[in-house]
């Protein structure tokens, strides 16, 4: 699949399955494609954390094939905790976030909810 940016945006808007068959395709190329864009990524809640006492807020997304597949792990910061406890896992949530690479999932940092 393709992931270009939208013309007006810059944003590339995918679902976690887009994702994970481009990265299936070639790994390598998806990362320099995607290093320093901003996502707009839709797929299921598999996993909320959120802790404050430790500073960590993320969220894992997982798509129709998951978890078999990469998830995306989206870190956001500590202002978005109150959103991101009224989430259910299960749920379809849209994130944006900035990729920042790979390594057991695909990495989205700066996060916050799409709506």
Do not use: M, W
């Not at 945006?9 to 320099?32: E, H, M, P, R, W």
């Not at 864009?37 to 960590?56: C, E, P, R």
């Amino acid at each position: 699949p393709e992931l270009v940016p939208e013309p007006t945006s810059g944003i590339i808007v995918a679902t976690v399955d887009q994702l994970n068959s481009s990265f299936n395709a070639d790994k390598t190329s998806t990362n320099s494609r995607l290093r320093g864009k901003i996502l707009q990524v839709t797929g299921v809640a598999y996993k909320i954390f959120v802790k404050d006492h430790l500073d960590i807020q993320y969220i894992l997304l997982t798509g129709a094939q998951a978890p078999a597949n990469l998830s995306i792990r989206c870190t956001f910061n500590k202002d978005h905790a109150s959103e991101l406890t009224r989430l259910n896992t299960g749920e379809t949530v849209t994130v944006q976030g900035k990729y920042d690479g790979y390594e057991r999932n695909i990495i989205l940092k700066d996060c916050a909810l799409a709506r």
